[in-house]
């Protein structure tokens, strides 16, 4: 009964694979399963970095009540920029997404629209090892497939300062400007 549950996921976790792929074909995007265990910051080993504006990268995992925080690590150092996260959670299954601090400590938390958490307009500067991490916290309810968590980073230009949602974080002549 297990291993029919478990080929059953990986078919599906094949097939989301497979439509991500085609339907994002025409920009540069990528998409791999969450790495377990991701459950703190500490033990959270790989970094999803983007080096360059207008990429898209893709996370499918699953958080049930046997696993109840993914935490991904995102970085954005060597070219800054501007993200936005969007997590595609199964409609059976209520979630939270939150971005943290190096620390784990909680920033922003997403909102919701049409059944989709989103946190866009976030501001990251160009800093050297300068992570941040995405965590999806599980409430309730019973998964059938996994989440997507697609990521983008766009470049940032001053236009879009006043809608940057942590504006402390811009440089400091910007911040001055919206004086
Ligand atoms: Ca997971
Ligand atoms: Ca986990």
Same mark, same amino acid.
């Given at each position: 009964?297990?291993? $029919?549950?478990i080929? #059953? /996921? %990986?078919?599906?976790?094949a097939l989301?694979? /497979?439509? #991500?792929?085609?339907?994002?074909?025409?920009?540069? %995007?990528?998409?791999? =399963? !969450?790495?377990? *265990?991701?459950?703190?910051v500490?033990?959270? $080993?790989g +970094?999803?970095?983007?080096?360059?504006h207008?990429?898209v990268?893709?996370?499918?995992?699953?958080? %049930?009540?046997?696993?109840?925080?993914?935490?991904?690590?995102v970085?954005? %150092?060597?070219?800054?920029? +501007?993200?936005?996260? !969007?997590?595609? =959670?199964? =409609?059976n299954?209520?979630?939270? @997404?939150?971005?943290?601090? !190096?620390?784990?400590?909680?920033?922003?938390?997403?909102?919701?629209?049409?059944?989709?958490?989103?946190?866009?307009?976030?501001?990251? *500067?160009?800093? &050297?090892?300068?992570d941040?991490?995405?965590?999806?916290?599980?409430?309730?309810?019973? &998964?059938?497939? =996994?989440?997507?968590?697609? @990521? $983008? /980073?766009?470049?940032?230009? *001053?236009? @879009?300062?006043?809608?940057?949602?942590n504006?402390?974080? /811009? &440089?400091?002549d910007?911040?001055?400007?919206? !004086?």
């Amino acid at each position: 009964m297990k291993k $029919r549950l478990i080929i #059953a /996921l %990986s078919t599906i976790l094949a097939l989301v694979l /497979l439509v #991500a792929s085609v339907a994002y074909a025409d920009s540069v %995007s990528y998409g791999w =399963p !969450e790495e377990e *265990p991701n459950n703190t910051v500490d033990e959270t $080993r790989g +970094v999803w970095d983007f080096t360059e504006h207008g990429e898209v990268q893709n996370i499918f995992g699953v958080v %049930s009540s046997a696993d109840t925080i993914d935490l991904a690590r995102v970085s954005a %150092s060597t070219i800054g920029g +501007v993200f936005t996260f !969007e997590l595609y =959670p199964d =409609p059976n299954v209520d979630v939270d @997404m939150y971005i943290c601090d !190096e620390d784990g400590n909680v920033i922003y938390q997403a909102y919701e629209q049409n059944g989709v958490k989103k946190i866009t307009n976030f501001y990251a *500067p160009k800093e &050297p090892w300068l992570d941040y991490f995405i965590k999806v916290v599980y409430n309730s309810g019973v &998964p059938s497939i =996994p989440y997507t968590l697609k @990521m $983008r /980073l766009d470049g940032f230009s *001053p236009s @879009m300062a006043n809608d940057i949602i942590n504006k402390q974080d /811009l &440089p400091l002549d910007i911040q001055k400007q919206l !004086e």
